[in-house]
């Protein structure tokens, strides 16, 4: 069974340039995350998709990331403009929701993205 | 608000040691906790997890249990190997929400 895709693995660009991310969860779960991984750092989550539904983005900065999950598989996380501090680790995740809080999630490998 | 503190890193040891990884955890009603795990290049992968107090997770010779009057999740393993080296996380999902918050994660190195 093929696990999480994203792409690109890595992607520089200047600041104030569009930079999208892409994700295609594992077939048939229907919960999908987008993470943000600071060096260092924990995964800390952006948004989450139950279906094509965004049920959780209270943690979306909103004025510059926006997200989309149409018909509810892939999925794109696009920053515009991008700031030098966004440079970090994106992470897509995906699960099949059974409720209760103890579905396991399974990680993409991550987009690098660097702003110079 | 949900947390998790880890033991701070990074953890060196020799082959064949005795492991532990503090992980505490902050949390309103009764969260699932997961230790997660990040090999060199590749990406996070669930080790473990336990649903409930006393619940004990394993695999791959690691353990954890779940400790509520504790609030604990401590990952241990008897006898580390090198290819145990890698970046691991403690985090908690609540049962209202599917919301991982992770630690900050411990870098563990194994020497031959």
């Known amino acids: 069974e093929a696990g999480v895709v994203q792409s690109p693995r890595y992607k520089i660009i200047e600041k104030k340039q569009p930079v999208a991310f892409w994700c295609n969860p594992i077939s048939g779960h229907n919960t999908l995350y987008w993470y943000l991984q600071n060096l260092g750092q924990g995964p800390e989550l952006l948004i989450r998709?139950?279906?094509?539904?965004?049920?959780?983005d209270s943690q979306l900065p909103k004025d510059r990331f926006s997200a989309e999950r149409l018909k509810g598989v892939d999925s794109t996380l696009k920053i515009q403009p991008a700031e030098l501090g966004d440079s970090a680790v994106y992470l897509c995740?995906?699960?099949?929701?059974?409720?209760?809080?103890?579905?396991?999630?399974?990680f993409g490998p991550g987009t690098r993205l660097t702003v110079l | 608000g949900n947390s998790v503190t880890q033991m701070e890193g990074p953890v060196t040891l020799s082959e064949e040691a005795f492991l532990t990884i503090n992980c505490t955890y902050t949390?309103?009603?009764?969260?699932?906790l997961f230790w997660y795990v990040q090999y060199p290049g590749e990406g996070l992968q669930l080790l473990l997890k336990a649903t409930k107090a006393d619940d004990k997770g394993s695999n791959k010779g690691f353990e954890a249990t779940y400790r509520k009057e504790t609030t604990s999740f401590h990952l241990e393993k008897g006898s580390v190997q090198v290819s145990d080296s890698a970046v691991y996380f403690c985090a908690l999902s609540s049962t209202h929400n599917q919301k991982l918050v992770f630690g900050q994660g411990t870098r563990l190195t194994i020497n031959p």
């Open positions: 995740a995906s699960s099949l929701n059974t409720g209760g809080g103890a579905d396991t999630q399974y």
């Open positions: 949390a309103t009603g009764y969260p699932s």
């Open positions: 998709y139950e279906n094509e539904e965004a049920v959780d």
